[in-house]
């Protein structure tokens, strides 16, 4: 079946740096791409709708200046949490969907601890 | 704003034991429903998934799923566990053709041998 990478699978950071998240479709094209966010013991909510080629949809309530998403290619979507926070520590997942089958194809997430 | 509720947060059971999870939606319109399975340390895995036509479903590992509109339920059903199927178990909703996917907070099954 459909593979999505994410890297780093964890990163811990200090409170102000940045991180980039990568996440890669490894043998399928995906125009679309999506990214969610996993709170402990709770359910994925979704942050932002990445396109190829165009900005990115970001769910209400989620910031587009601190959570920055690229596109860039067909098989790559980048997260970029600017400026971390400890409240920003979480669980970041991405999914992408593959080919005819209509099925979402999940990473297998990034703990992002900020200190 | 459409919403999907699971009843159960935390399910215990022994092997052998047959396991319902309740899934429940809010939506008027036509939608495409999941049921996803986290695996500890894993990541989420599609079990089955609803789209039109028969709503009785069947997906991996034995389980199956019943679309009963009136009632804007979609419960997950397995006659006989194994302690293998210790996960997460996550329903969710798809009402748009983008693919984005709304989540239940998700059951955390334990399977006892």
């Known amino acids: 079946g459909a593979v999505v990478s994410q890297h780093p699978s964890r990163v811990i950071c200090k409170s102000g740096t940045s991180v980039k998240i990568e996440c890669r479709s490894l043998d399928f094209q995906a125009t679309t791409m999506f990214w969610y966010r996993q709170f402990p013991k709770q359910s994925l909510m979704l942050m932002a709708t990445?396109?190829?080629?165009?900005?990115?949809?970001?769910e209400q309530g989620v910031e587009k200046d601190k959570f920055l998403i690229n596109h860039a290619s067909l098989t790559l979507s980048t997260l970029t949490v600017t400026s971390a926070h400890p409240e920003d520590s979480s669980f970041y997942i991405c999914?992408?969907?593959?080919?005819?089958?209509?099925?979402?194809?999940f990473g297998p997430g990034t703990r992002l601890t900020v200190l | 704003a459409q919403s999907v509720s699971q009843h159960n947060h935390h399910v215990i059971l022994s092997e052998a034991a047959s396991l319902e999870l309740g899934c429940n939606y809010s939506y008027g319109g036509t939608v495409n429903l999941f049921w996803y399975v986290q695996y500890p340390g894993q990541h989420l895995q599609l079990l089955l998934k609803y789209f039109s036509g028969d709503p009785l479903v069947k997906g991996i590992k034995g389980f199956e799923a019943e679309f009963i509109k009136s009632k804007f339920s979609f419960n997950l059903r397995k006659p006989s566990v194994q302690w293998s199927d210790t996960a997460e178990y996550f329903c969710?909703?798809?009402?748009?053709?983008?693919?984005?996917?709304?989540f239940g907070a998700g059951t955390q099954v334990v399977v006892t041998p």
């Open positions: 990445s396109n190829e080629g165009s900005k990115a949809t970001y």
């Open positions: 999914s992408a969907p593959g080919g005819f089958t209509d099925t979402q194809y």
């Open positions: 969710a909703l798809r009402t748009d053709s983008w693919g984005k996917l709304q």
